[in-house]
C-alpha cells in the first residue's frame, strides 16, 4: 500500500507521498479551446493545471481560469482535475491510500460525494478530514486547537485526543489582507500589485515592486507600507481572534492549551506575534517549521496511521477465521 498526503487549497495545491517532500503548484485550471472540427471524435477539450494553467492564463486570450475554491465552496469538475495533476505528479503506482482535507464546515452530502467522486477519479481509498487536522498531525498533538489561515478561508478545530469536537470555517483569510494593502498601494503609488508580489514585499528583504507610470518610474518596498500594513494586519488578526474566541468560550482550559497556528497566513510578518499576544492567558501558541505544507505532511502520517491499522485488523479477521476454521474441524 502507498500513502499519500493531499492538501488542495484555494491558492495552492500541496502534495506528498514520502511525508517530507513536498509538491506545490498554483490551483488553478484552464480548459483549452473546444476543437472547430473533431475528426478522431475527440470530443474531450484539453485541460491545464497548475503551472501550466498560470502560464496558459497569461498567454492566452479568452480562456477561463478556474479557481476550483472559491469561499470554501468547491467546483466538483475542476476540484478533481487538481486532485488528479497532484496524484499524477507524484508517481504513485498500484494500491494507494489518500488523505485529504475539506474546509471544517463543508456539508456532509458534500463530503461524501467528494469521497466518492475522488474514489473514481484516482483509483484510490480516500480517507477525508477537516483541513487543519492535517497540521495537528504533524504536530503530533491530539487535543488542542488548529488554526489554519489560509488564502481563502480560515479552518479552526478543536480535538480531543484525536476526536473532533468543534469547529469552523471563517471566510477570512490572507485574501482579506491583499485586497486591503493592494487597496492602499493603488491609491498611495497609483499602481496594481499582485497577490504573489505582495507576498514578496512582505517576506523578502529589499524586494521591490517597479512599474512604469505615465513615463515615471514607480517603485514600493516594504517600508513604505509597513505601517499601513501593521495596522491592516493588526486589526485582521483582532478579528480572527474574536470568532476563535467564540468558538472556545466555555472550554475546558485542559483542552486549549495547545494552540497551533498553520497556513500560509502564520507566515506573514507580526501575525505569529499578534496571536501570542491575544492568546497569552489561555495557552502556546506553536507554529510548524512550515506551515504552507504542513497539513500535506500531517495528513500523509494520518494515511499511514489508518491504513496499517485497518491492514492490521484484516490481518486480525484472517487469523480469527483460520481458528475458527480449526475450532470446527476438531469438533
Ligand atoms: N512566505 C510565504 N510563502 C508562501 N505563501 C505565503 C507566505 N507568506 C504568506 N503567504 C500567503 O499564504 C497563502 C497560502 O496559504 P495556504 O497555502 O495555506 O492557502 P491555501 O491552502 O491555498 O488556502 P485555503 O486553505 O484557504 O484553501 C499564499 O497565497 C500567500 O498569500
Ligand atoms: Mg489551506
Redesign the pocket.
Known sequence: MRYVGL????????ATANGTDVI?FP?LVVYGEEKEWSLKGEEERKVYVGEEAAYMAQSMENVEILRP?HE?RLMHRSYMELARHGISSLNVEGERLIATGL?VKSSKKERAEIVNELKQVLNSDILLLP?PVGSMAYMKTSTGVCI????????VVVLADMEYLKGDTLLV???K??ENLEMIIRNEFGITIT??E??RL??EEGYEVGRVRGGKKISVKMEDISQSYNEMMKSWVERVVNRVNLLLEGLSISLVENIIL???????PGVQDEFKEHFRDIGDIKVPDD??TA?AKGFYSLARIYGKHEEGLEEKEKEEKVTEKRGRRKK
Do not use: R
Open positions: 492538501d488542495i487549497g484555494t491558492n495552492y495545491t500541496k506545490i490551483s475554491l470554501g474546509p483541513q489554519d489561515i489560509g488564502f481563502g478561508t480560515t479552518d483569510g490572507v485574501d489582507i491583499y497577490p504573489e505582495m507576498v512582505l517576506s498553520t497556513g500560509g497566513g502564520a507566515k506573514l506551515p504552507v497539513n
